[in-house]
């Protein structure tokens, strides 16, 4: 498997850096309403805190920050698509919490089974800053954010084809390599604009 080296590499990184545990494991709710433990290398301290995490987060560790901006911390999920719980391709599984909360926007996706990537990972690649931009707007996520998500896996089911996967798995290394431009290309850059329409977060630095 070509991941095998890179996810090994990013496994050592965090245990050099930050010591043990390498993997961190938390609950999410996948087909069918399944609750199941999704499997990502640790980028944050141990420590309670909000379960959406914004940019600055102090609870991020430094080699941390560099694996979520690739999007490397989500590579052991490969352990969840082989064990049947995910797909390459398919909604992010969300907390229970969550999904309880807001049972029938969730029940027009619960026959979905959750994937490592999808339109609205690519869509909201930056979702940390977004809600630090937003940090003052009460339930931002829950209100803003989570609603698009679910209407993109919905999207997604519409448009479903084999070819549709291809192409969001390509965009994915390709923002994982920092070629945001040809992701926006891969993935569909007027789906991708129609989704953070009015939630633009400020350039890095501003």
Not at 76 to 104: F, K
Request: include cysteine; aromatic fraction near 6%.
């Amino acid at each position: 498997m070509l991941s095998g080296p890179v996810l090994l590499a990013c496994a050592l990184l965090v245990l050099l850096s930050d010591g043990p545990p390498i993997l961190f494991r938390q609950e999410r709710v996948g087909l069918g309403g399944r609750r199941f433990r999704i499997v990502k290398l640790r980028t944050m301290r141990a420590g309670a805190g909000p379960l959406v995490t914004s940019a600055g987060d102090p609870r991020v560790t430094r080699i941390g920050r560099l694996l979520r901006r690739g999007k490397l911390d989500e590579l052991p999920q490969l352990w969840n698509v082989l064990a049947g719980t995910m797909t390459l391709v398919g909604p992010r599984p969300e907390v229970p919490g969550y999904v309880a909360a807001h049972p029938r926007l969730f029940a027009g996706i619960a026959d979905l089974k959750p994937g490592i990537t999808d339109w609205a990972s690519l869509a909201f690649r930056d979702e940390e800053r977004l809600l630090a931009a937003h940090a003052g707007e009460a339930g931002f996520y829950e209100t803003v954010l989570l609603p698009r998500k679910v209407a993109l896996a919905r999207l997604y089911r519409r448009a479903w084809s084999p070819f549709l996967d291809l192409r969001l798995l390509a965009a994915t290394a390709l923002l994982a390599f920092g070629a945001e431009r040809g992701m926006r290309r891969m993935a569909g850059a007027t789906v991708l604009a129609r989704a953070r329409r009015g939630v633009e977060a400020p350039p890095p630095g501003a």
